[in-house]
């Protein structure tokens, strides 16, 4: 049986990268690649944690659109894997609070902030496959800023348990 992992940005031994995006043009922010003799499985409809702030410490425009896509060794762009969103549900959601007002850890909040596929399946990725997570938006993110963050699960399995159908 595999175990769950949490990837953050920073997350650098789970094969996590972030960058700064092209403004207006889709581009990479967030890239989880497999590790060697590992599949990742990404969960459809599961609860996603962003927080996107650019240099100034404002947080980037609700208007700013999201999408899930994958890469594999043969390619050289990533492929799609979902419908655009925007990241209106995540602005102004705090991740904590001390006032008692809802974190983006809150269950009845989540609804809004899940990482949909278009398929509706599950997104398993062998060794050397990449996650993207690709944003187009006016402003610049700046993942310097400690308020930047994201947080995100997926479910880590062998190549023997998936061979042995575990």
Not at 16 to 40: C, D, E, G, L, Q
Not at 123 to 140: A, G, K, N, V
Request: charged share 15%; hydrophobic share 40%; net charge neutral.
């Amino acid at each position: 049986m595999g175990r769950t992992l949490t990837l953050q940005k920073g997350s650098s031994a789970d094969g996590v990268t972030v960058a700064s995006n092209v403004a207006s043009r889709f581009s990479s922010i967030f890239v989880v690649r497999t590790p060697k003799s590992r599949y990742y499985t990404f969960l459809n409809n599961q609860a996603f944690i962003l927080k996107l702030v650019t240099a100034a410490a404002a947080e980037i425009s609700a208007v700013s659109r999201m999408i899930p896509a994958f890469l594999m060794p043969t390619a050289r762009v990533p492929k799609e894997y979902g419908a655009p969103f925007t990241y209106a549900a995540w602005r102004n959601t705090p991740l904590s609070s001390s006032a008692g007002e809802p974190t983006q850890y809150n269950s009845e909040t989540t609804v809004r902030r899940l990482l949909r596929f278009e398929s509706g399946q599950n997104l398993t990725l062998p060794q050397d496959w990449e996650f993207h997570l690709m944003l187009e938006s006016p402003d610049i993110v700046d993942w310097t800023q400690a308020n930047t963050f994201i947080e995100i699960h997926v479910d880590e399995s062998s190549v023997a348990t998936q061979v042995a159908g575990v």
